[in-house]
């Protein structure tokens, strides 16, 4: 599990850290980041993320909304720079020889597995918990090596492509409003 950091150990710069803010449906988001110092990620070194760690949400939303917000969003760890877990987050650290990373955060990301962690949540008002134990107790049969990898290429390829769409989209979005702002705020300014 991440680390209870004190408020006091926060820092403006140093050793980034994850926050389950950061975590999306199957992506890290990078964007404001915690940072702590060299010596209070010393002192919490069980929480440094690795290479190909699977960062899970123990704290998020009943299914209900966006995924986004929702208990047990999962995200593959790609980074080779030093980074920070923060409390109620878990690393899953799969094991190379049996599972391929990006194919079991795919699985944990399914619906069916979803509707399992939702359905395990230790509820408070409007937010979902899950223990720990709950999450070691998941079991899931694998297929072999090769077509784990085959299975995460396919899902990777179609993921790329909608991240593309979304760009294009942004794009889209943003020239519209430029065209907008030129046709009508500018050119009515002027009549």
């Known amino acids: 599990t991440g680390a209870i950091f004190k408020k006091s150990e926060f820092a403006k710069e140093g050793i980034p850290v994850i926050k389950t803010a950061n975590i999306k449906s199957n992506k890290i988001n990078f964007n404001k980041l915690s940072y702590v110092s060299d010596s ?98 998941c079991r899931i049969k694998l297929p072999d090596m090769r077509m784990q990898k085959r299975i995460a290429e396919i899902l990777k390829e179609i993921d790329s492509k909608i991240a593309r769409c979304d760009e294009e989209i942004n794009n889209l979005e943003e020239q519209a409003v430029k065209y907008y702002d030129e046709l009508f705020i500018q050119n009515h300014s002027t009549a």
Not at 51 to 77: C, E, H, K, S
Not at 87 to 97: S, Y
């Open 40 to 137: 209070v990620a010393q002192k919490y070194k069980r929480c440094e993320i690795l290479y190909n760690d699977i960062l899970f949400t123990m704290t998020g939303n009943q299914d209900v909304g966006n995924p986004n917000y929702w208990v047990g969003r999962v995200a593959v760890f790609k980074e080779k720079k030093r980074y920070m877990l923060n409390q109620r987050l878990c690393i899953i650290r799969p094991n190379k020889e049996l599972v391929d990373a990006d194919f079991l955060a795919y699985y944990l990301s399914s619906s069916q597995t979803q509707s399992y962690f939702m359905n395990l949540d230790q509820t408070s008002g409007k937010q979902t918990n899950i223990l720990l134990g709950k999450i070691n107790e």
